[in-house]
């Protein structure tokens, strides 16, 4: 009961939270018989949300021990299905537990259930994927190995990219891999029984780098972000893509990521020069406050008309654009407010955001329509009021954007004609580091034929 409750109100939080989420490959998921997800794990409270509202089955989740570190959330945390996990870096004399935890998972694959695993073992906020945990693997050939491999159970690993980890309103893909059926491993479980597992986890994490725009090692996250902000836009017209299609925008972000990869592993002193480069560059920027995009002509041809549009956007948008403002600003303020006070780490900044911004929301709005109602008694009134509420603050939260960029826009073509030096200093060095990157993708892609 509490778990469906759970799960209805989670999903309706993540749709208003997100911009969008792209689910791929859900139809991998089998409908019945033994199932254990496995998915990375960036953003410790999202995640398991995004999965489960993602997700075809009802799931049992294993999280880490110290959420249990009370009566009554122990209490409650079983009630949605979740088992403790006892990590060495959390608690490390009670690690002996975790046979009590296996023991619920297999018994969980015996009923034709499924459960999520984060293999990773701790939430980092970084575009890396951590070091794989054996946990999985352990749980599904043990359960496999107690019914004579009869049970069918399948590993199943769910790629989580987020475009930003801590942005509201930002995008999320959600892609389902293969299933890994447990059976084709019988013999080799029954020779070796750790080689197999260590066999079975490299096969997760080798499908997990597959399914996330992840990279290997953050040394190289600066340099995949420079290549996203100056080239993705180039690379996806060039290989014939659609620039709003979120599959094709993940696909680019791989091959991009995958290419940087391939560099720091073969030629790390061409990444070096490229950092110099790109961190001169974006120095630049910083110092004169604009957007790589102004210096883009192929972006700015194309937004001619746009500036118009944008004009007259702004014009009429604006008694909107208040009263998105007046209704929703408190709400959206007072969390980031509290992130910023709180310090959190970015794994947990927008999990900590969405929780506090449900619960301002809620309040305010209930304020809101309080109000209205007392103030007027109009029924008619008061569901208008209602209905406007949520579309008038993306609203604001849009025009709020396209009001910041134009300002920018404007503030580019003043320093444009007031110190032309720097500005065509900074578009050599664009051009520079671009004739960099496609010197590099000639090689590469020559190496990769």
Not at 98 to 105: E, L, R, W
Not at 159 to 185: A, C, H, T, W
Request: glycine content about 6%; proline content about 3%.
């Amino acid at each position: 009961m509490l778990y469906s409750i759970i799960h209805k109100i989670s999903g309706l939080a993540l749709k208003l939270f997100f911009n969008q989420v792209s689910i791929q490959n859900r139809d991998k998921v089998p409908k019945d018989g033994p199932v254990i997800f496995v998915a990375n794990h960036p953003n410790f409270f999202m995640d398991p949300l995004i999965v489960g509202s993602c997700c075809p089955r009802t799931l049992h989740f294993f999280a880490k021990s110290t959420l249990f570190n009370s009566r009554l959330r122990e209490i409650a945390l079983s009630k949605l299905n979740l088992i403790p996990i006892y990590r060495k870096i959390d608690d490390e004399a009670n690690m002996g537990k975790n046979m009590d935890s296996f023991v619920k998972g297999y018994e969980i694959l015996e009923k034709d259930g499924s459960f999520l695993i984060f293999p990773e073992g701790i939430s980092m906020g970084k575009r890396v994927l951590e070091k794989i945990k054996t946990g999985a693997a352990r749980i599904g050939l043990e359960a496999e190995l107690r019914n004579d491999f009869n049970l069918n159970t399948s590993i199943i690993p769910i790629g989580i990219s987020y475009s930003d980890l801590v942005r509201f309103r930002s995008d999320i893909m959600v892609r389902f891999g293969d299933p890994m059926y447990l059976k084709e491993f019988e013999n080799e479980y029954g020779n070796n029984k750790m080689e197999t597992v260590k066999k079975v986890t490299g096969a997760i994490e080798d499908s997990l780098n597959q399914l996330t725009n992840y990279i290997q090692v953050d040394e190289v996250e600066d340099i995949v972000e420079g290549l996203e902000l100056i080239y993705k836009l180039e690379l996806m017209t060039e290989l014939g893509m659609e620039l709003d299609n979120k599959n094709d925008d993940f696909i680019t972000s791989k091959i991009l990521t995958d290419a940087v990869q391939w560099y720091n592993d073969n030629d790390p002193d061409l990444v070096d020069q490229f950092r110099g480069r790109l961190k001169n560059y974006m120095n630049l920027l910083r110092q004169l406050d604009i957007r790589d995009e102004f210096l883009d002509p192929t972006r700015q041809e194309k937004r001619n008309w746009g500036k118009t549009r944008t004009i007259i956007f702004l014009i009429l948008g604006a008694p909107l654009f208040f009263w998105g403002f007046i209704t929703n600003y408190l709400p959206y303020k007072i969390p980031r407010l509290l992130i910023e006070i709180r310090k959190n780490d970015m794994s947990e900044a927008a999990s900590w955001k969405l929780i506090y911004g449900f619960i301002f929301f809620v309040a305010y709005y209930a304020v809101g329509i309080a109000s209205i109602w007392k103030l007027t008694g109009d029924t008619t009134l008061l569901i208008l009021f209602c209905l406007s509420l949520i579309p008038s603050g993306n609203f604001a939260l849009y025009y709020g954007k396209s009001l910041a960029k134009y300002r920018q826009h404007l503030n580019f073509l003043s320093i444009f004609y007031n110190k032309r030096t720097i500005i065509f200093e900074t578009i050599k060095q664009r051009m520079e580091l671009l004739q960099f990157i496609e010197d590099s993708k000639k090689r590469y892609l020559e190496v990769m034929k």
